[in-house]
């Protein structure tokens, strides 16, 4: 079974340019995540999705960052303009939920450092 | 808000040694996870724990929840090198879905 797909792996960017990253969950995973991971720290979510419908955005900045989860599968995670800050990996996760476990898998993130 | 707490956030351990890692957190949930990380790579699912008094065993390393308590253990038996890893808990935000994830504990097991 293939697991969690993202793309690209690195991504190196001037401050305020765009970005984007990509994710694949897998397959029949109704529930998609998107964490960010600062250096020697453990995961923050970002935005979480049941389906297409974005059910916590809360940590989302929303002034600079965007997601979409078309028809329910693939996700796009957008920063515009990226920041000196937002150097970091961010992570893709999906589980199977309302099975009681929920419990996530991770793809293999993507490094962005912004110069 | 919930927080999760892991100590040590370092352990340097010899090989064929046993140690505990713990993980407390501030409000109730059922539901806790343990994932491993090795350097530049991503988290690999290693424990679910959904229960009071649930205990989980995969070779060397035995994890245990504790809901009254609000801890969970992560055990080592006789450590080898290839436990060398970033080790975390999370901890489902009010049966969510929703984890919070500890700092991390990393692990270096010496020959």
């Known amino acids: 079974e293939a697991g969690v797909v993202q793309s690209p792996r690195y991504k190196i960017i001037e401050k305020k340019q765009p970005v984007a990253f990509w994710c694949n969950p897998i397959s029949g995973h109704n529930t998609l995540y998107w964490y960010l991971q600062n250096l020697g720290q453990g995961p923050e979510l970002l935005i979480r999705y049941e389906n297409e419908e974005a059910v916590d955005d809360s940590q989302l900045p929303k002034d600079r960052f965007s997601a979409e989860r078309l028809k329910g599968v693939d996700s796009t995670l957008k920063i515009q303009p990226a920041e000196l800050g937002d150097s970091a990996v961010y992570l893709c996760?999906?589980?199977?939920?309302?099975?009681?476990?929920?419990?996530?898998?991770f793809g293999p993130g993507t490094r962005l450092t912004v110069l | 808000e919930l927080k999760v707490e892991q100590n040590p956030l370092f352990l340097s351990m010899q090989e064929g040694k046993n140690y505990t890692i713990y993980c407390n957190y501030s409000t109730t949930s059922d539901r806790l996870y343990w994932y491993r990380q090795d350097p530049g790579k991503s988290l690999e699912s290693l424990f679910v724990l959904l229960s009071n008094g649930a205990v989980k065993q995969e070779g060397r390393l035995m994890a245990s929840l504790d809901t009254k308590a609000r801890l969970s253990t992560l055990h080592i038996t006789a450590a080898v090198h290839d436990l060398s890893a970033t080790y975390f808990c999370?901890?489902?935000?009010?049966?969510?879905?929703?984890?919070?994830f500890g700092s991390g504990t990393r692990l270096l097991v010496r020959p």
């Open positions: 999370a901890v489902d935000m009010d049966s969510s879905y929703k984890l919070i």
């Open positions: 996760a999906s589980s199977l939920t309302g099975t009681g476990v929920g419990e996530q898998f």
